[in-house]
């Protein structure tokens, strides 16, 4: 493992690294690191040794891709804090937005420099049920007395803000923001916990057994199913729910500082060729390129969806007004 990750292990060691090496026979000719969140784990253990097969072939070199998991929000402030990646890949364009506002090493552009507003992937939020739960259909069975939600914290996890504007927006439409705020402080007394990233509250629910549904990623209640088949969960489709599109952006200024600008370009472009395409599709992503979506219809039920820019305005308005300090989400959850 490289100098530079070791350095930053002792600095932040709430971080995990999982270490892909291309070749690992003999010394890399460059490494890269990619801090990204927790759910995206199965995306990109299939997705590095591809890329570095396809660098190695393209210019000759070797790669050593190293990756960091955890909630979105707490990555972005270990990226904030000194954890020198080069390229992030998180939850919430609000956590990339983070950095480059606090520290500059990311151009404010990011957006714009990559199809889709940078986002190679996209999943509906959905509900994961368990076996025999016949009373959970939709946004309004969550607050029915009695049932337990399960979420994780939207102050550590990009997950759990997309969960929250999901069903903030499900109520405005009904009823206007007072409505909302009413149904999000009634949902929110059903949450017995809030694990730090999605992938906990998927543990809490799946492994320990806890809540009687959980508002989770599409592609993590389908890992879900898959890893636990006796247990038979069930997902449930809500008829509306936001289209979360997790969004990818180099670290510029850290990249340069290690050279690795132009390998760190290509790792996040090649997530568009049909090759990245057609792993996105196989863990269950939902991928941009329509050809390979066709090819899994059957494997991604049609729902209504919306996005952050359509009824927030954008994520940093979002931001803004439901999860900093004293905003939305700090009026209305009081810890159990």
Known sequence: ????????????????????????????????????????????????????????????????????????????????????????????????NAIADKTGLIAKDWRTRLPNDSSPYYTPAVFLVRKGNPNIHGWADLTHKGVQVITANPKTSGAARWN??????????????????????????????????????????????TGDVMITYEYEAKLAQKNFPGKDFQIVYPKYTISIQPPVAVVDKTARQHGTTELAQAYLKHLWSDEGQQIIADNDLR???????AAHAKDYPKVETFTVPEKFGSWRQAQKRFFDEGAIFDQIYRAP
């Open 287 to 293: 991928p941009r390129n329509e050809k390979i979506l």
């Open 164 to 209: 929250f504007l999901a069903a903030w927006e499900w109520a405005a439409r009904k009823g206007g923001d007072e409505a909302a705020k009413k149904y999000v402080t009634q949902l929110y007394k059903n949450v017995p916990m809030l694990p730090a990233s999605g992938r906990k509250a998927t543990t809490a629910f799946t492994r320990g057994g």
């Open 1 to 96: 493992m490289p100098t530079r990750i070791l350095k930053n292990l002792g600095v932040l060691s709430f971080v995990t690294l999982a270490g892909v090496a291309s070749l690992p026979a003999q010394a890399a000719d460059q490494n890269l690191l990619n801090v990204s969140f927790s759910v995206t784990r199965q995306v990109f253990q299939a997705y590095d040794p591809v890329f570095a097969k396809y660098w190695k072939q393209k210019t000759g070199h070797t790669v050593d891709i190293h990756d960091s998991y955890g909630g979105s929000g707490s990555q972005s402030r270990a990226v904030i804090a000194g954890l020198d990646a080069d390229v992030v890949t998180l939850s919430a364009a609000a956590d990339i």
